[in-house]
Every structure is written in structure tokens, then in C-alpha cells.
């Protein structure tokens, strides 16, 4: 008899009460009604008219009153069960159901053997005997208020079931029994530098590691559903179960289902107290490991103030120390050209004066010689012309106008090209003393101009350095403020409804960071869905809180953000 006062049920689902005749089976004592009475609200309608019917006309007076109010009942089942018996259809659609059942039932054995639960094994085999008594119009009247429940969604969920707790049997040996929370360092990524540093696994109980109860998400809502589809077949029963005709009680055909939901429900209760334990152990190790990186975050700053410190006196020490390397050098470079400009102009004056003189001296040695010469040609002409008197008179006579205008030629000619070479002379000395002079004063403005543009230079590349430094220090603390503020959305996001924190469900508009709530759950989709790994119903409830977003119901969308962020993330 179902009892109708919430008081006296204890546990999360309510299974009918067998009745007292039968002792074959009893529901567990999560599922319990803790009244005696065949009637906990209060005395059934009609029975003090029963108890006045039995005062007055004795026994046989209530048997004949007891059997006219049976009769619709009993009209009713025998109707049923010829309908059935002579519809090949009712009939095949019941032993469809029959053969489900028993498929769910021995998917649940498979289970209980390999986690070597005896106790429920034995519970299937009680269920598998009972369902072998009802008969295909029993399960017909059963269910003759509606249709044959469906138990395929069942038997395929509790076949995933199955097939996880035989593939944690078969690697037992070779895994561990700890929860993994995160993952560790990644190739190429830096390590944290203190020691030591939080264990990324938290250890569960035995009976809740993978290898004894896979409690996976998808498990332990394939392990709900089925406790959900026997709850329904139960409760669709319960007429039934419930009814007593002329002595004779329709609850044996309840008592397999009544088994199975018991069954069920355990498996799945066992599986959703591993899935909460894993939740509180994640969060408990997420927050040691949150709390060590933040720690080790400030020492870090610290030893980075530290460096920037160092680095900033090296460099302007470094720099102050090739100032004066370089200062002291341009000293020495202008004295070093200045003398040794001083020695070239020297040696050109030099130079020039020697040439200027050793021109003079063969100027007037060539004068001398050209002298002589023309005294010894007049001698030996004078002698000539003396030997050759008549000759010589004639033919000077005849040549001596000749002679005198090629000489006065000659003599023209020699005087024009020596005072041409004396012009060229003085004009390429002239020259080239202004040639030298310029050359001096251009070395001059180089070496000036070049000292400026070295010491500009220089200047130029110590504030870009510094420029450079100073950019590289915010880029870092911008990056470590990010990484802080990431890891604590992504929390926050993972942790229960209860830890939900206001500044997460505020625009930035407002103050806020719900866009980059959204930012960061669809980087998480979309890198789960990029390595092979499963969503569940991610993209829908992001969907729908970019739908809440855009209609500024602010709190709304960060709670579909979560659930999208928990589906991803396995919870």
C-alpha cells in the first residue's frame, strides 16, 4: 500500500510497499514506509459501513457486500486478459517488454558481477524468477491504462554502463585509483619554481575510483535514466500493487518491478555520492594548487622587481662606463688628427718651397747652359765664317735674313714658353695650396660631424633600451594579471551553484568580466571539441546564454555559461 504521507518516506524516490502476505522480497530501507497502517491518512471511505454491515448480518452479510463491490474489479481483469489472450499484437508487444526487461536486468547482473556485489546479484535473480510468472495478459492488465513503457533508452544506457565497468575491470591493474584534477606541466610551458608543489590528484575512496565504480558523466546519467524509467514503470504499476480482490492481491506482478527499481536506484545513487566526492576533491585541490600559484606568483614579482633592479644599475653603469670610454677616445682621436694634420700641412709647405726652389735653380741652369752653348756656336761660326770668307759672306748674306728672323722667332718662342711655365708653376702651386687647405677643413668637419652622430646614436639606443625594457615589464604584468584572473573565472565557473561570484555576472559595460566569462567557456568548447573529447550539451547552453546576454539578463547567461562550462569539464 503506497503511502500518501511524505513524512514517512525516507530516501530520494518512493517504491510501493509490498504487501504482508508476500515474503519473497522487501524494498530496501532507503525506500520505506515507515507506517503500519493499511491506511495512513486516515480510515478507508466506506468502512464503518462495512463494520455495520458485519454487526448486523454477521460474516455471510459482509461476504455477499465484499463480492458485489468486486465485481466491476474483477469484470474488468478477466476482460484484459481475454483481450489480450486473443490480440496476437498485445501479445507480442507485452513479450517485447518482457524480453527488455530481462535484457535491463542482465545488464545490471553484468554490472554486479564484475564489481562482485553478490547481495544485488542475488536481488536480479529474484526479479528474473519473478517476471517468469507473469504472463503476457498480466503484464497487459498491468498496463491497461496506458501503453507498454519503452525500455530501450533503459537497456542501451545500462549497456554503456556495463561495458564501462568490464573495460575498468580489465585495466584495474595497470590504473591508478586517484582522481586526476588538472594536468600537469606541458611540454615547452614553465614550471613553478617553488617546491614542492601541490599533487595535481586527489585520492578518493577505494570504492569510488574508476577501477570499482566508473562514475563518468555520461555513466552516471545513463545510470539515472534507467533508475528514472523502472521508477516510472513502478509508479504506472501502482494501481495495481494496490489492489485486493475477494483475497487475492495483484502484486506479484509488481514485485519484478519493484526489485528492478530498488536496483536501479542503488546503482545509480552509488555512482551520483562518487560523482560529489570527485566534485569536492577537485575543488579542494583547485584551490591548494590556486593558493601555492598565487604564492608563487608574488614571490616571482618580487624576484622580478629584483632583476629589473639589477639590470637597470648594470645597464646604467654600462652605460655611464662607455660614455667615458667614448668621450676619452673622441679626445684622443681629435689631438691625434689634429697633429697629424698639423705635420701634413708642414710637410706640403716644405714641399712646395724645396720644389719652388730646385724649379729656380734649373730655370737658371738651363739659362747658363743655352748662354754657352750660344757662345761657343757664335765662335765656331765667326771661325767658319772666317775659313769660308767669300762663302760664308755670300751665303750669310744670303741666309743672314733668314737667320736673323728665325732667332728673333726663336727667341720670341723661348721667352713665351718660359713665361708660360712660370705662370703654370705658380698657378699649380696655388692650386694645390687650396686644394689642401680645403681637404683639411672637410677631414675636419667629418671627424666633428661623425663624433655628433656616434654620440646621438648612442643616446638613441639607451632610450630605446630602456623604452624596450620598460614595454617587455608591463607585457609581463599585464600577462601575470590575465593568467590570475583567468584561473580564478575558470573556478569559479567549475565550482557549485553556491560559489557564484556577483563581479562574473556584471558586463564589462558595468564594472564586470561576463564577457570574458563567455570568452573563456567558448575557448574551452571549442578546444575539447579540437582534442576528440566530449561536450554533452555545451554549445546549447551557451547558446542560450548568449541568448540571456544579448536580452541583458546578465545573471541568466553566466549560469548557462557554467552549465556549458560544466558539461565540457565533466561535471
Known amino acids: 500500500m503506497l503511502s500518501r504521507d511524505r513524512k514517512s518516506i525516507r530516501g530520494n524516490y518512493m517504491n510501493p510497499k509490498m504487501p504482508s502476505r508476500d515474503n519473497s522480497y522487501h524494498p530496501s530501507s532507503n525506500v520505506e514506509d515507515s507506517s503500519n497502517s493499511p ?76 564489481q562482485g556485489n553478490t547481495l544485488r546479484q542475488e536481488q536480479v535473480a529474484q526479479a528474473q524468477a519473478a517476471m517468469q510468472k507473469v504472463s503476457p495478459a498480466d503484464l497487459a492488465y498491468v498496463f491497461s491504462r496506458g501503453s507498454l513503457p519503452d525500455l530501450a533508452p533503459a537497456v542501451s544506457a545500462m549497456q554503456r554502463v556495463a561495458a564501462a565497468q568490464l573495460a575498468a575491470n580489465n585495466t584495474a591493474h595497470t590504473s591508478s585509483t586517484t582522481l586526476s584534477l588538472a594536468p600537469g606541466a606541458q611540454p615547452g610551458t614553465k614550471s613553478v619554481s617553488s617546491v614542492p608543489f601541490p599533487d595535481p590528484s586527489t585520492s578518493v575512496i577505494d570504492d569510488c575510483s574508476e577501477s570499482n565504480t566508473p562514475h563518468g558523466a555520461q555513466l552516471t546519467y545513463d545510470a539515472l535514466i534507467s533508475a528514472q524509467e523502472t521508477s516510472s514503470i513502478l509508479a504506472a504499476a501502482a494501481w495495481v500493487c494496490n489492489e485486493d480482490i475477494l483475497g487475492e492481491n495483484g502484486s506479484a506482478v509488481c514485485i519484478p518491478f519493484a526489485i528492478a527499481n530498488d536496483i536501479a536506484q542503488s546503482l545509480f545513487a552509488a555512482r551520483n555520492f562518487c560523482s560529489g566526492l570527485d566534485q569536492s576533491a577537485m575543488v579542494a585541490g583547485n584551490s591548494s594548487r590556486l593558493d601555492h600559484i598565487h604564492t608563487d606568483l608574488s614571490n616571482d614579482l618580487t624576484t622580478l622587481q629584483g632583476n629589473i633592479t639589477t639590470a637597470t644599475t648594470t645597464i646604467t653603469t654600462n652605460d655611464n662606463s662607455n660614455k667615458t670610454a667614448i668621450v676619452t677616445n673622441d679626445n684622443t682621436n681629435t689631438t691625434s688628427i689634429i697633429a697629424s694634420i698639423g705635420a701634413g700641412s708642414t710637410t706640403v709647405v716644405n714641399n712646395a718651397n724645396a720644389n719652388t726652389t730646385q724649379i729656380i735653380k734649373n730655370d737658371n741652369a738651363n739659362t747658363t747652359t743655352i748662354t754657352t752653348n750660344n757662345n761657343n756656336n757664335k765662335t765656331a761660326i765667326v771661325a767658319n765664317d772666317n775659313a769660308n770668307t767669300t762663302k760664308i759672306t755670300t751665303n750669310d748674306n744670303n741666309n743672314k735674313t733668314a737667320i736673323v728672323t728665325n732667332d728673333n722667332a726663336n727667341t720670341a718662342t723661348i721667352t713665351t714658353n718660359d713665361n708660360n711655365n712660370k705662370t703654370a708653376i705658380v698657378t699649380n702651386d696655388n692650386t ?118 544579448a536580452a541583458h539578463q546578465y545573471q541568466t547567461a553566466f549560469k548557462n555559461y557554467k552549465h556549458a562550462y560544466r558539461s565540457v569539464s565533466g561535471n
Open 39 to 114: 491506511f495512513p491518512l486516515g480510515a478507508a471511505p466506506g468502512i464503518d459501513i462495512l463494520r455495520k454491515i458485519g454487526n448486523a448480518f454477521g460474516f455471510l452479510g459482509l461476504a455477499a457486500w465484499a463480492l458485489l463491490l468486486a465485481q466491476p474489479a474483477v469484470a474488468q481483469r478477466v476482460v484484459v486478459q481475454q483481450a489480450t489472450a486473443n490480440n496476437p499484437q498485445s501479445l507480442q508487444a507485452a513479450q517485447s517488454f518482457r524480453d527488455n526487461f530481462s535484457a535491463l536486468l542482465d545488464n545490471y547482473n553484468a554490472v554486479f558481477k564484475l
Open 432 to 549: 694645390n695650396t687650396t686644394s689642401i687647405i680645403a681637404s683639411i677643413g672637410a677631414g675636419t668637419t667629418t671627424v666633428v660631424n661623425n663624433a655628433n652622430a656616434n654620440t646621438t646614436q648612442i643616446i638613441n639606443n639607451d632610450n630605446a633600451n630602456t623604452a624596450t625594457i620598460a614595454a617587455k615589464v608591463d607585457a609581463d604584468m599585464s600577462n601575470l594579471r590575465d593568467l590570475t584572473l583567468r584561473t580564478w573565472i575558470e573556478l569559479a565557473l567549475a565550482a557549485n551553484q553556491g560559489y557564484d561570484v556577483v563581479s562574473l555576472q556584471v558586463p564589462q559595460a558595468f564594472g564586470g568580466h561576463l564577457e570574458l566569462v563567455r570568452t573563456i567557456t567558448t575557448q574551452v568548447i571549442a578546444s575539447v571539441q579540437a582534442s576528440g573529447g566530449k561536450i554533452g550539451n555545451a554549445q546549447s547552453q551557451l547558446a542560450a546564454g548568449d541568448a540571456a546576454l
